[in-house]
């Protein structure tokens, strides 16, 4: 054994005792590498969200989980599937281009819509392509709260949103579901469900900062 193979570490499976309390801790870091983005773009003219981007926010999702952490699946061949949904994402050799698809509407609806649309396009779309091999839900819902503490210009205070959504799980992935069943031809959804939802947890989470502070 060479001495630099001693400190390569193995990711860990999800049935390791480990899994649970790494995924915390990679969630934590997250947090912090969004914080220190969304203060940097603040002072540097909020540039568009980049795959490079969506790749490190993924990167800090399953760091030590996945082995590929950060990298998408078209660039090593990897199909995946979605438990307890009928929807299919599409094969790894389609994910560049959609992925390329996905920022061209996310950049136009962030300029142009709600800033709450483009959180809830984010959610749904990055979930429906699927890019990554493992943490999509983790990378989606950590955009979906990037964008809309950007369109809003502040970093809101409480249990951040992409925190409650995991905390909704089930109600979450049955509005992702609906919303697969309704593509329409140019790829959209209907997306108002979503919006509702997203406008629900984030009352809920400037409520919550409110309550503590009275």
């Not at 990298?71 to 389609?94: C, D, L, M, T, W």
Request: aromatic share 14%.
């Amino acid at each position: 054994m060479r001495l630099g193979d001693f400190f390569l570490l193995k990711h860990l499976d999800d049935g390791h005792p480990l899994a649970n309390w790494l995924v915390h801790r990679n969630l934590a870091r997250q947090y912090d590498f969004m914080n220190t983005s969304f203060q940097l773009w603040q002072a540097q003219g909020k540039p568009k969200v980049s795959l490079t981007f969506l790749g490190e926010l993924n990167l800090y999702a399953v760091h030590h989980l996945s082995p590929r952490p950060g990298v998408f699946r078209y660039k090593f061949e990897y199909n995946v599937a979605i438990n307890g949904s009928a929807h299919q994402p599409p094969p790894y050799q389609e994910v560049e281009a959609w992925m390329a698809d996905f920022l061209i509407n996310l950049h136009k609806l962030y300029e142009t819509g709600t800033a709450i649309r483009a959180a809830a396009y984010a959610l749904w779309r990055m979930n429906w392509i699927h890019p990554f091999a493992q943490g999509n839900g983790r990378t989606s819902r950590a955009l979906c709260y990037f964008l809309l503490c950007q369109r809003y210009n502040v970093w809101f205070p409480g249990t951040p949103l992409h925190e409650l959504i995991r905390q909704n799980r089930d109600e979450y992935c049955e509005l992702l579901r609906d919303a697969d069943k309704t593509v329409d031809l140019h790829h959209m959804a209907d997306l108002s469900k979503i919006d509702d939802f997203l406008e629900r947890l984030m009352s809920k989470q400037i409520n919550s900062v409110l309550d503590q502070r009275s």
